[in-house]
């Protein structure tokens, strides 16, 4: 078969210009966003999900009726503990049951439309439904008992709750955030009496205190407290 | 192996030098290239993966689901709400267990049991070590029984002719009838249940008849045949209860004091006391066993022979006509041989003897066996004599279905039973149900017999209804709720007081009160006596009382039913055999055959699961030229059952055994279409023989699957052996203590290493294969079942396995069992192969399997010499119905596709402990808080666990037992878990 030779091409193709001058910056200016693209997307990806937009940190979420951590917890002063009864010996801190609401609130805002779905639901045996803010993957485990126990602070997770109008998370609950700190215990380490100080800052002794009360509670070190076996089973 | 088993040749080989001494089946005898091509594929499992995408294919599949893959990522995990209490109950506390005693019911008889519940929700079942009778064991229906709490076949409406109605429908349809039954005395109504030992039941019962005079009650039981032969013997039904700590010797005539059964768990411990008090003073307390087809107990025998239902009949008689000064039995045959040498151990034994005959034995055996105890002075001695536990119908189902066949029968109540399944096929009873004009039947299940009533009642879990039950030794135990009914279900015994109409509106609990209220009891008092039995599980001092026997005089010999006539052999193709029926290995009676857990299971002996297989003889089928799988006919009187067969070595030559609780018919169920149904050929007389049946090959075959090869280990070399067995008084057979030598430098780690050391010690003596910790481990570690294909993959999930081994000759192989789990080794080789650290180890020597770590690279199950590491192939969990979910364990991880799981020794267990101990001032963990569910859940208490870094833990004890040996040792991979070397006799032939 002949396959022809340029001579061979109609007259007037054979002078005419393929590609246009600029056709060659165009081509390099599309490889170049090509490879910015796949360095930035990534980028971007790893932006996006860490941003509190997904890990929901400083959103508070609608809850059934406006509790509010800063009155009862900041204002009035009441303890963690009146309400989050497991914290010192249990898993988990737990969250009231209807009752607890209502050992206050059978006596005072008695007739507060706000407080409906609590009378609601004492009165009529259903739970209140919250919306979890808190959450750990499946395969995590921890626990709040050992935490506070060893001078391990409410705030150093929680944020300080007792600033919170209405309750939002304040740490990302990664991987990264929990090893921090088992890295390095003593530099989250307090006394008991300021476990539950929700405005605890390192006092200016941290460096030489901390080590002290990881002794004191028998905290051992980083080497121990990163091992898988402690958070994942 | 592709052909029959070529028998000389096996036999040769077990003889010579070069076979193996312990082997796991004829195909690792027969070491054919093809069984060798099997063992040496690094991944049996994945071996028909590899055959199906080609490349192209192949990078599509990846590609695909690479992108899928990232997908899934998106999705939010976990709930997003919090739901507390109203009101919070006192002590029950979010995430905290809670335990409550009650009593798991087997075939009627009670175990005592601790239910540990989670949030409201009971998850796992752990033994009761108060109870007097189970003393902390459990057996595999106690720990599934968690499962059938939640089973979503359980029947959850009232079904009037197949249709929904409800209880009060019922009581409204039953309220002329009972006006019917008060006027004509209740003639022509009849009761049937399973047996009772609930004595509150019997109390109703009791009123129920007292209400309605001439109504009959039958009740069936599988004790029928014991205690018919102790009314033979001693002239009443009497139970026996052996004092295995008072005997020297121990003879067991077709086995079942270690099989499983309403006695295993009770009868377990007490002989394994037994045994090791014996080996304390430096002797074997010997188990002799002749057994028509092998049982846990025949595998855990010193000496066990096979002997057909026949033969044993005469070994019994030969036994006797020895203990009075007779002949020994003369003969060269194996059987006799075992007779002459169980005699004279019997004989040198006087008084100080124990011979058993198992459930399924012959009425005229258990009297023969009566017989041999009262002359060798063992009766009252090492046998105590008890009135039965269980109370005793008016007649038994024959005599039922005799009275339904003449039409006498005009309404049936079935409480609690499922005749229309379990009846011989022999008695028709679906048909002759039919002529009855009322049929009513109160069931767990929606089952054969529900199907075939025109009332249909659902009854209500053990675990979450009132009740109480006897154990075997008659002790009294409380069952009690764990969580409110599921399905609205009612208990027996409401049941029966509503038809009575003595209820007097009374609930469950109040009907336990009556009848345990005694006259003229001070309120306070009886509630304070009762609160301390709901506390402990049981009414202390219950156990029944021993009774004086006399043996009557024995019958003119040659009477009837002393010799049986011999089967004319019949023309005809195949072979013609004995059939013996057996409960199933997992399933028993097939009550509990829904629960997958149980399907799932291996049976201990052939290690098939999901289905039930006719066991052969190797003689037989080496005659009949089969192998394992080939469908076999057996027929009978007209009758037949198709089923795969399969060789078991230590059957007797011309025996083959049908197991129960297969082959069920109940549409939507899961165990539908699972194995055949042996119940089609069960003679009425005799329902656990059958003589004069014909085996016939069908030319069809069918593999079961079978966990039988999983994980075989490499062949014991010099010295070196998997299983190591110990002559009492013998050289010690263990490991040299101190460290083996190596190359390398001891770990850097040991000084390091100052936290718990965990470690475990298994005494393989005291292992029977009951499979309890094998059930354990799956309720309290999530272990998804996979189902019959992929077990068939080599793909079966189980984190503890239990091997079993034949030593010695093909027809009577010595068995052994050795579980294993994780060995948790201190250089562990897995660890090494890990591409992304997901197995690695804490300073506290457990060797940790991080799944969210994990890529599924399958490195280390390669890398693993003892193959205990299991990989989710495919998304088991996933698809588990919500209500199944139910039952997880919140402590542990539901794996997903695509991680390696293994034996973590519980961590979440050890958490706890260390948590708790952390809190308390960093106390050491005390020897014995920390207990492996697998441990918990043992019978024989085989599996020790603990610090192996204090001297004065029980599993360091256990360590320094010479007996103590590591498996694979010489690859230095340094287990912390051992095993403690079984027991043999001196000399064992082979």
Known sequence: ?233 | MSGPPDLDALRDRLRGADGPRFWRSLDAVADSPEFRDYLASEFPAASRLAAAPDRRGFLKLMAASFALGGLTACGRDGRDYEVPYVNQPERVLPGVALSYASNAVFDGYGNGILVTTRNGRPVKVEGNPDHPWSRGGTDILAQASVLGLYDPFRSQAVQHLGRPASWAAFNGAMLPQMAEWRQSGGKGVALLTGPITSPTIAAEIARWRAAYPDAWWFSGSARDGALEGARRAFGRPLETLPDFGKARVIVALDGDFLDLGPGQVGLSRRWIDARRAALAEGRLLPLFSAAPTPSLTSAKADDAVPASGDRLDAVGRALLTAAAGGAAPEGDDPVARWTRRASAALAGARGGGIVTAGLTASPDLHALVHRLNGQLGNAGTTLGYHAPVAEAGAGSLSDLAVAMERGEVQALIVLGANPVYEAPGALDFAARMERVPLKIHAGLYYDETGAHADWHLPLAHPLESWGDVRALDGTAGLIQPTVSPFYNGHTVQEVLASLGGTDEGMDSLALVKRHWRRDGEDEKAFEARFDEALRMGFFPGGAAAMEAVTVLPSPPAGGAGTAAAPTPPRDGEGSSVEVVFRPDGTLYDGTHADLAWLQELPKPLTKVVWENVIAVSPALAAREGLVNGDLVRIEAEGRSVTGPAWILPGQAADTVTLGLGYGRDVPDHLSRGLGYDAGDLRPVATPWRLQGARLVRTGQSRMPATTQHLGTLPDDEEGRAILRTQVPGGAPVGDKPGPPPSFYPPPESQDRWVAAQWGMAIDLDACTGCNACVTACQAENNIPVVGREEVALGRWLGWIRIDRYYEGDLDAPATHFQPVPCMHCESAPCEVGCPVEATLHDSEGLNLQVYNRCVGTRTCQSYCPYKVRRFNYLDYSGGMPPVTQQQRNPEVTVRARGVMEKCTYCIQRIADARIASAKDAHAPIPDGTVETACQGACPTRAITFGNVADPESRVSAAKRDPRNYALLGHLNTKPRTTYLAGLAPQGRKA
């Not at chain 1, 059934?64 to 951590?69: C, E, G, R």
């Not at chain 1, 205190?209 to 898988?228: D, I, M, S």
């Open chain 1, 1 to 233: 078969m002949d396959n022809g030779t340029a001579d061979d091409r109609p007259p007037g193709l054979a002078t005419a210009q393929l590609f246009t001058p600029g056709a060659d910056a165009i081509y390099r200016l599309v490889l170049m966003t090509l490879v910015a693209c796949l360095v930035a997307l990534p980028v971007l990806g790893a932006g996006i999900v860490r941003s509190n937009y997904v890990t929901g940190v400083g959103v508070a979420p609608s809850q059934p009726l406006p509790f509010s951590h800063k009155h009862h917890s900041g204002e009035l002063g009441i303890d963690c503990r009146y309400c989050h009864t497991g914290v010192e010996k249990e898993a988990s801190a737990g969250i009231p049951p209807t009752h607890t609401c209502m050992t206050c609130h059978s006596q005072i805002w008695t007739g507060s439309d706000m407080l409906k779905p609590v009378r609601d639901s004492y009165a009529q045996d259903k739970p209140l439904v919250w919306n979890r803010l808190n959450k750990l993957p499946g395969y995590v485990y921890f626990n709040h008992s050992v935490h506070v126990t060893k001078g391990v602070g409410c705030s150093s997770c929680h944020g300080d709750v007792t600033s919170m109008q209405m309750t939002y998370r304040a740490n990302a609950f990664e991987m990264q955030f929990c090893l921090d700190c088992h890295r390095a215990p003593e530099k989250n380490l307090r006394t008991p009496a300021e476990v539950w100080n929700m405005e605890w800052k390192p006092p200016a002794d941290q460096a030489s205190l901390g080590p002290k009360l990881a002794e004191r509670y028998h905290v051992r070190g980083g080497e121990r407290l990163t091992e898988c076996g402690i958070c994942h089973r």
